[in-house]
């Protein structure tokens, strides 16, 4: 095997390092984060720092750099406390990666990449119509991460929109025959395939396929 | 489509909600953590709550919940400041989540599921042999997540194991190429294939495929 120490990632060319960083932790989830400021400016951002906190309450959260592109979508989060979660699928995935293109704050990314805003239950946040699985999410904390200057958002999902039928009847949701796409890195995207799904693990009994 | 709000989710089956609220922010990156306590005694968990916080530094987190089966780990972690993240590939998921059953403090998980133990350049830390992408992480903080007392664990990237020839000339993994796998919710497995890889987004040119 390749041995590539802390010195040696410290000094390798700056994008090179970022991209092998961030395929080195495996697949992510990645999805879009809707947003609209309280003077009716939306934004819509992709993000693959996602991460399950809590199930009772349900609690997510994700990671921003609040000096980079993020800054528009940071901002309205805070001064509204509300945000959307919309997977990704097949259809959009180029629309969806192209939120990340600096467009100045004036310019909502629903309207660049032609993706849809959507409204519903009096949500102030839009959802993305062409999505197939939608989170509204209500702040609930932002850790600063000192370290390295980044920031950590916790919210709490207020609202799951589905596809009917596609909950199984003990609550798993089948992302893969939901369309649901899966992230390698900064820029790639892909399908999966379902090898199993197994059993709760015990010590003492062996692992059934479910 | 189908909505369910917090007043419902709340409502839900226990297993249920834990299954749904698991399955519903997307895959999941899904790695074994290595430890040994400063008696010699290993640790393996399965964990799929892992996250990019930065490249330079090479920074991971990932969520730890202290009241179950992580204690070990946990425990290994704080008091070694030293750990492994190792990759699962189809060869061996059906023992990669045997680790999650609740074995007892003096059982190590490797001997349990029949994983085997590595380690290399001095490592106090076990890497699993059978791994495809292995990395010796230490422990540079934690954070307590006080809305529902998980804890966040953050460490530096000290070492990277990975197939010679794999890293592309831009610094890319191609993780299906690896044959690392990825996870939906708490116990389903799967293997990908590749959409696209996207060039980097810039407001006035069109997207190209790498």
Chains 1, 2 share one sequence.
Do not use: W
């Not at 932790?25 to 947003?35: A, E, I």
């Not at 932002?142 to 390295?148: L, Q, R, T, W, Y």
């Not at 890195?185 to 693990?201: E, M, P, Q, V």
């Amino acid at each position: 095997m390749l041995h590539l120490t802390l010195k040696e990632i410290l000094n390798l060319e700056q994008r090179y390092r970022a991209s092998l960083i961030n395929s080195v932790l495996g697949f992510k989830s990645v999805n879009l984060v809707g947003t609209k400021s309280t003077k009716g400016n939306t934004n819509l951002a992709i993000f693959n720092s996602f991460f399950h906190l809590g199930a009772n309450p349900p609690l997510i959260g994700f990671i921003m750099r609040p000096d980079t592109v993020d800054r528009n979508t940071l901002n309205n989060i805070l001064e509204t406390k509300e945000y959307t979660v919309n997977h990704i699928t097949e259809d959009f995935y180029k629309k969806a990666h192209q939120t990340s293109a600096g467009y100045p704050s004036d310019v909502s990314e629903f309207n660049a990449v032609g993706l849809t805003e959507e409204y519903k239950n009096g949500s102030h946040a839009p959802f993305v119509k062409e999505s197939n699985v939608q989170l509204s999410i209500e702040l609930k904390d932002k850790v600063n991460i000192e370290i390295n200057g980044t920031i950590m958002i916790i919210g709490e999902i207020k609202d799951i929109y589905i596809p009917e039928n596609s909950i199984k009847e003990d609550g798993y949701l089948d992302l893969s025959a939901l369309g649901t796409i899966t992230n390698n890195g900064l820029d790639s995207y892909l399908n999966t395939s379902k090898i199993d799904r197994l059993s709760y693990a015990k010590t003492d009994e062996p692992l059934n396929s479910l």
